[in-house]
C-alpha cells in the first residue's frame, strides 16, 4: 500500500503446540542434520565399554532425551545458540576428544568419548520453545548440570554400572565447566580435565567467530 508492503490477516486459528516445529521458527544448526546424525553414531560406536556405550545410546538413542537432545541448543545467546546447537556442539567435542586419546593413550577413551557426548544432556530439560528460546522452570531452578545429573545417573542405574564406573562418569560430566560443580580443590581424574578443555575450545572458538572477540 501507497509503495509499501503490507500483509491482510483473513483468519487466526489456536494451534496444539505439540504441532509446531521450533525449527520453522527459531535458527537452526549450519552443519546438515543427516550429517550430525551420521557423525554421533560413529563417535557413538567408539564406545567399547558395553556399560558406558548403554548409558550413550539410552540417552542419545533409544530414551525420552533423544527427541529433545536434537531439538536442543547449548545456549539461548551465546555459543550454538540455535535449533541443533546441541547436537552440533556434542559432535565437535567427541571430534576432538578422538583426536586427543590419539596424543595422550594413556587416557581412558571410553570413559572420555563417553562423556563427552553426554556431558550436556541436561540442556535437554533446561528450554523452551516458542517465539524465542526460553528457559523451563527446571531449567531455571537447577540448570543443566543438575538436571544432567540425574538423567546420568538414572540412566547408569539402567545400564547396571558399578558404582565405580559410575561416579567416573558422573564425576567427568559434572566437571566440564570446572571443579566448582562438585566442590573440588582439584579435577578428579585426567579425563575430566581434558573434558573441561575441550568443551571450553569448542564454545570460546565458536562464540568469537560468531560474535566477535568482545
Known amino acids: 500500500f501507497r509503495g509499501q508492503l503490507s500483509a491482510e490477516l483473513e483468519d487466526v486459528k489456536k ?5 509446531i516445529d521450533p525449527a520453522d521458527f527459531l535458527p ?18 567408539e564406545v567399547h565399554h558395553p556399560g558406558y556405550r548403554a548409558v550413550v545410546e539410552d540417552l542419545l538413542f533409544t530414551g525420552e532425551t533423544a527427541e529433545g537432545f536434537r531439538l536442543a541448543p547449548c545456549t539461548r545467546a551465546g555459543h550454538h545458540a540455535y535449533i541443533g546447537g546441541l547436537s552440533e556442539h556434542t559432535v565437535a567435542v567427541g571430534t ?3 583426536e586427543t586419546c590419539v596424543l595422550h593413550p594413556k587416557l581412558n577413551s571410553d570413559l572420555l568419548m563417553a562423556a563427552a557426548l553426554v556431558h550436556d544432556i541436561g540442556k535437554t530439560g533446561e528450554f523452551t520453545y516458542g517465539a524465542e528460546i526460553g528457559l523451563s522452570d527446571r531449567g531455571r531452578k537447577l540448570g543443566h548440570l543438575q538436571i544432567g545429573s540425574e538423567l546420568i545417573t538414572a540412566a547408569s542405574q539402567r545400564a547396571a554400572l558399578d558404582q565405580a564406573e559410575s561416579d567416573a562418569l558422573l564425576s567427568t560430566v559434572m566437571c566440564h565447566h570446572g571443579t ?3 566442590r573440588l580443590r582439584n579435577f578428579p581424574s585426567a579425563e575430566a580435565i581434558a573434558l573441561y578443555r575441550l568443551n571450553a575450545l569448542d564454545a570460546q572458538v565458536k562464540t568469537a567467530l560468531e560474535h566477535g572477540l568482545n
Open 96 to 98: 576432538l576428544v578422538t
Open 15 to 19: 494451534i496444539d503446540p505439540a504441532e
Open 180 to 182: 566448582d560443580a562438585l
Open 28 to 45: 537452526t544448526a549450519y552443519r546438515d542434520r543427516e550429517e550430525l546424525e551420521g557423525f554421533l553414531e560413529h563417535l557413538s560406536r
